[in-house]
């Protein structure tokens, strides 16, 4: 089978898999990034979601044929030391219980803010409830966004740029 | 392992005490006793299994419990902290793997804290005496006059200072006093803090490691084609077209296998017990992803078994029926039935509720490698001792051949004190001679779950002429789920009356509790509150039925009902007695903080339920919105717990939080059907979760204590269900008695 590129954190990637692989394990088994978690494989649970040229994105069903070429981020790669608004608001809220779908939630947040550096919490529901927490964590979720958005700055989430190092 | 009391507690509880008649180590305690002076002199002072003190002033602390989001690693820790005056930054938390220096190690009932909360002190006050008495030898003043603080030991008089890195050596050459005291609670400086979580920082860099990101060299992945049919087998499998998926390696067949009890229970010959792997055919591949597409491709043919016939509407209309008669008497008290025959009124419903998957977020997986005689498994389970025997038995290996370390696990909720996935993981690994990583699919999860059991509730009330309750009847059908584990009709009731079916058990003059069996092959479990979950739903609606047939206040009735003059039963026997008064002032604390009585706008009502179970008193009052087309929200949930001594109040709050979603979601949304013996239902888009849109706003009051430790995992989940439907009633006069609710029944023609 024939190499499929795709550009990950920064890094450009030759993986060498079925075209119809989900996105989520040539993430987590070819290349090694298991922070993109598997939960449901329907799209349906958002604990894989990635951006994908900065749009939150399913990776459980995205096939790696269709971001060929794009720039995918994970959750190792936004930001080079875990100092993003967002990961630092879900430690100072103390959101995570199990921690299991957190990584999907955050990377969600990261890209919402992006755009909308002061969600209201009608809109932070919009945003989220694709996802799914079964620790009962959405009081705190919401808690974390409004802090995150407090301190958001346009250059703090862009992703790219905080994968650089890592070129 | 039945609600409150669990077969866990009675497992500690006997270790325990013969731990205290030997009066040397045990196994609980866990207290190690290395060979002094040799191993350990002048390297790492490790007095026990649970703490070691590294010369440069690092401290591990093993935490033997499974992290599944409830906090164990952190609050364990806590407790080992303060009781040795450990400086909190310098602390490491190490997973314990399987070892019976830790004692039993199932994560589960609420226990973590409560059966840890003596040993982890005992243990952390003396390593910390023991620290006290090498620096006082060392400075030859007297050992009462050194104060600990922070990793050091002070002596004020001389103002001297040693840390317990440079202690380390010295220390571990010392005898292990007996006996030590712990710490009077005055001087808590960590127990009762917030301190974060100590996996918070890795979780959000995706660097906190689960099951599932298990990664061991030469490992291949695996998806299970298992009956789809309860109690199924396998006939026969073709695979070709499998084998010619890319990047499969092999297709084996998972032998069906008996397995042992959960908790190390005895099992009687010809038990009848439930507990088997039923088997199936494994794909094997270079990934995740090619197992799936290989497992699609397999062409397999199964027997379906005795389980063809099951369906939920027969499982109902035989509950139903059940009712009707009679029961296992499992408490009785007075002359109930003679009572209601002659009560001046008499109020009667019932309730039902379905069978329900834990779907935690981490589907089940598990990574065995076995060779040479020796298995090694990484396995998120909740039952690490569990999974041991089971191994045992599936791979004929004795105990001391087979490791087992314990991942995070994302989620838990009681699906994984069952190891079905574990020994499928390892009789691939075995089969394919490479390690194996075993990876269910949602689906998987949901069709292959051990079930919260479904039920049905008759009660009865008979009122005499002053509308007390003089007689209280209650008949449950439920299928056992014990019974699963050691066969035969078990009562998952049986001696939690009042924990587990609340009151008014045991403060009513004449009172009756039966239980009739489902006889069914779907497989049963425990999920988050057991048989709480059921019984409170069924329990605290009924009691405010009664108090609008007699015109009472449901929160009024309820401090009627605990104001008996009869002593009521103490928790499964061998727990503490339940304390009425906590109970009443979590009850007016958490009607006085809701603005109980004062009145709402139309379409909106409070309802109220209240508790006592695993050590833990705690009343809840929802507050719901009913739209004229039935649909529910649920706007604000007020809790007020009185868990005794509080290790971390934020954890605390985080447990009321999410066992609130947790039993909410059950209320609104959760129903397993079966048709043809096979689950029907199959990924989050036909069993739905409770998602951010729909999330209340929870408000706990913790009530200040110092009393023993009680828990906090299950203890939020049971009420919600019964607040709401109270609520729903308030609201619309309309009451609801079966969950999931059905709120077409709500909508305004």
């Known amino acids: 089978m024939d190499a499929i590129s795709i550009t990950v954190n920064g890094k450009v990637h030759a993986v060498e898999v079925s075209p119809d692989t989900p996105l989520l394990w040539v993430l987590r088994d070819t290349l090694g990034l298991t922070g993109t978690k598997f939960g449901c494989g329907m799209a349906l649970c958002g604990a894989c979601t990635v951006h994908v040229d900065g749009e939150a994105t399913r990776s459980c069903t995205t096939r790696i044929s269709a971001v060929a070429g794009r720039n995918i981020t994970t959750i190792e790669g936004l930001s080079p030391d875990g100092q993003n608004p967002v990961q630092l608001a879900w430690i100072e809220e103390q959101v995570p219980q199990c921690g299991y779908c957190q990584v999907g939630m955050i990377m969600t947040t990261a890209a919402l803010l992006a755009k909308n550096s002061a969600p209201t919490d009608a809109e932070i529901d919009d945003a989220l409830s694709g996802h799914i927490c079964r620790c009962g964590t959405y009081q705190r979720i919401r808690a974390a966004v409004h802090q995150a958005a407090s301190k958001h700055t346009p250059a703090a989430a862009a992703p790219k740029k905080a994968a650089g190092g890592a070129r | 392992m039945n609600s409150s009391t669990g077969k866990l507690a009675r497992v500690t509880r006997r270790d325990f005490l013969k731990a205290g008649a030997a009066g040397s180590a045990s196994l609980l305690i866990g207290f190690y006793l290395p060979a002094r002076g040799t191993e350990t002199a002048g390297k790492n002072f490790a007095p026990n299994a649970f703490i070691e003190i590294r010369p440069n002033g690092d401290i591990r602390l093993v935490v033997a419990r499974s992290e599944m989001g409830q906090g164990p690693r952190t609050s364990l820790a806590m407790i080992l902290a303060e009781e040795l005056d450990a400086d909190w930054s310098r602390v ?177 010959e010809n038990s009848g017990h439930q507990h088997y792997l039923w088997g199936g055919v494994a794909v094997v591949a270079d990934s995740t992803w090619q197992a799936i597409a290989g497992r699609r491709a397999l062409e397999v043919e199964w027997d379906a078994g005795a389980g063809a016939d099951e369906n939920t509407e027969k499982h109902r209309a035989t509950c139903a029926e059940l009712v009707k008669g009679h029961g296992k008497e499992l408490r009785k008290i007075g002359d109930p039935e003679t009572v209601l025959a002659g009560a001046a009124k008499k109020v009667e419903a019932e309730y039902e509720l379905p069978f329900l998957a834990h779907t935690t977020m981490e589907p089940p997986n598990c990574t065995a490698s076995v060779r040479d005689g020796k298995c090694e498994v990484w396995a998120p389970v909740q039952n690490p001792g569990g999974l041991g025997a089971a191994l045992v038995s599936a791979l004929g290996l004795p105990a001391s051949a087979i490791t087992i370390h314990v991942t995070l696990l994302g989620g838990g909720f009681g699906r994984r004190l069952n190891i079905d996935y574990g020994v499928e993981a390892a009789l691939i690994s075995r089969a394919v001679g490479a390690p194996v990583k075993v990876q269910w699919t949602r689906e998987d999860d949901l069709r292959h779950d051990y079930y919260r059991p479904m039920s049905h509730h008759r009660l009865r009330a008979g009122l005499d002429a002053q509308n007390n309750v003089a007689a209280w009847l209650h008949h449950v059908a439920a299928p056992t789920t014990d019974g699963v584990y050691v066969g035969g009709d078990v009562p998952d009731t049986g001696g939690t009356e009042l924990a587990g079916v609340g009151l008014p058990n045991g403060t009513v003059p004449n009172y009756l509790l039966e239980q009739s069996f489902l006889h069914t092959i779907v497989p049963r479990g425990y999920w988050r509150s057991v048989d709480v979950s059921w019984n409170h739903f069924a329990v605290q609606s009924f009691i405010d039925e009664v108090a609008a047939a007699t015109k009472k206040d449901p929160v009024e009735l309820r401090r009627q009902l605990i104001a008996t003059k009869q002593k009521p039963a103490a928790e499964g026997g061998d727990e503490k007695p339940v304390n009425l008064d906590r109970l009443r002032h979590v009850l007016d604390l958490a009607a006085e903080k809701s603005g109980w009585g004062k009145p709402l706008p139309p379409g909106r009502g409070r309802g109220v339920a209240a508790l006592y179970s695993w050590g833990t008193y705690i009343a809840q009052v929802a507050e719901v919105a009913v739209a004229k087309d039935g649909s529910v929200r649920v706007d604000r949930v007020v809790v007020a717990i009185d868990c005794g001594q509080v290790i971390n109040p934020d954890m605390v709050v985080a447990q009321m939080e999410g066992g609130i979603v947790f039993g909410l979601t059950a209320a609104l949304y959760g129903e397993i059907t079966l048709e043809g013996g096979q689950t029907q239902q199959s990924n989050f888009n036909n069993y739905t979760m409770l998602r951010i849109n729909e999330m209340p706003r929870v408000e706990v009051h913790i009530v200040p204590s110092h009393e023993s430790p009680g828990g906090c995992g299950e203890p939020p989940v049971p009420s919600i269900a019964p607040a709401v439907a109270n609520a729903i009633f308030a609201a619309t006069g309309k009451r609801l008695r079966r969950l999931p609710f059905q709120t077409q029944e709500l909508a305004q023609a």
């Open chain 2, 92 to 268: 490491k938390i190490e997973q314990g793997d399987l070892d019976t220096r830790y004692g039993d190690q199932t994560t589960g009932g609420s226990l973590s804290i409560r059966s840890s909360w003596d040993p982890l002190r005992q243990a952390g006050a003396t390593a910390r005496a023991m620290l006290v008495t090498a620096a006082a030898s060392t400075w030859s003043v007297p050992a009462g006059e050194c104060t600990t603080r922070n990793s050091a030991v002070l002596h004020a008089k001389t103002k001297r200072k040693v840390t317990y890195g440079q202690l380390a050596a010295k220390a571990a050459a010392l005898p292990v006093p007996k006996d030590i005291p712990p710490k009077n609670f005055k001087d808590y400086h960590i127990v009762g803090t917030k301190k974060k979580r100590v996996d918070a920082p890795y979780i959000v860099i995706g660097e906190a490691h689960y099951g599932i990101d298990t990664k061991v060299p030469g490992m291949l992945h695996a998806a299970v084609a298992r009956p789809p049919v309860f109690g199924g087998r396998l006939r026969k499998f073709d695979a070709t077209r499998a084998q010619a998926v890319p990047g499969v390696q092999k297709v084996v067949e998972v032998a069906a296998v008996e397995m042992p009890p959960l908790f190390g229970e005895e099992r009687k």
